[in-house]
């Protein structure tokens, strides 16, 4: 098996476990990426979107009320049902962000929510993305914040294998800014945004510790880059 058949076989399986702990209240990524990552991408309104690896589909929910008309693509089939049923306006495939289904130029912006850092071709999958983009196309992605964790400092390209829930292998890599910097040159993006994200008021209230904790060592970060024209 692959490691990307592995990861689909691994986010099938855990796919209920994942969308109960969000209805649980207990994924800190609700209180952190999500309104953060909402936010930094803005106005959608009639806008092509592509949200890869969009898992049960939280973001497509928010985009698709914000008036785009939004595509999701992810290698779980699980998640690709489960995110098809909560946004029915939208157009949900199975796949991979190394071969997307789509033609040239055919999204004005394509989004990724913590879905890039399981990529091991960063490259490969920044040209797929850029092809399906059109002429100054916007990429915006996010990853786990370079410090977030001071035991794996973010530098270069690490391959990092840990147990997301019991049972629940989760490989991902923990990049380094230059490493993405490096990507986006030779793949044609210019970086247009870094931000830190930082938890919303309403974490406070649900988890204080998670809240000083993820307000002094954002847990995530968000890139946005704009395709160039070479
Ligand atoms: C941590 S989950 C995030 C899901 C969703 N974006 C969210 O924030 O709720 C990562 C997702 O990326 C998907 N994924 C991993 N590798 C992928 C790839 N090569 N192409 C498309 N999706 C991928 C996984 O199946 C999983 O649903």
Redesign the pocket.
């Given at each position: 098996m692959s490691l990307?058949q592995n990861?689909?076989a691994g986010?099938d399986q855990f796919a209920l476990a994942y969308l109960q702990a969000r209805a649980e209240g207990k994924l800190l990524?609700d209180y952190i990426?999500v309104p953060e990552m909402i936010n930094t991408v803005g106005d959608v309104e009639g806008l092509r979107l592509l949200?890869?690896?969009?898992?049960?589909g939280?973001?497509l929910q928010q985009y698709v009320a914000k008036g785009a008309k939004a595509a999701g693509?992810?290698?779980?089939k699980v998640?690709v049902e489960l995110a098809q049923k909560e946004n029915p306006a939208a157009r949900i495939i199975h796949?991979?962000?190394?071969k997307l289904p789509f033609n040239e130029a055919c999204f004005d912006i394509v989004t990724s929510?913590?879905?890039l850092f399981?990529?091991e071709e960063l490259g490969r999958a920044f040209l797929e993305i850029s092809r399906v983009l059109n002429r100054e196309g916007r990429l915006v992605y996010s990853d786990l914040h370079p410090f977030g964790y001071s035991e794996i400092p973010a530098v270069g390209n690490k391959f990092v294998e840990n147990e997301l829930l019991p049972g629940f292998m989760f490989p991902h890599w923990r990049r380094g800014v230059g490493y993405h910097t490096e990507k986006w040159t030779e793949t044609g993006f210019q970086l247009t945004g870094f931000k830190d994200c930082y938890p919303s008021q309403q974490l406070r209230a649900v988890n204080h510790k998670a809240y000083e904790i993820r307000s002094a060592f954002p847990l995530f970060c968000i890139y946005s880059a704009r395709k160039i024209n070479q």
């Open positions: 990307e990861l689909a986010y990524n990426e949200d890869v690896g969009c898992g049960s939280i973001h693509i992810d290698i779980s998640m796949g991979s962000v190394y929510s913590l879905a399981h990529v």
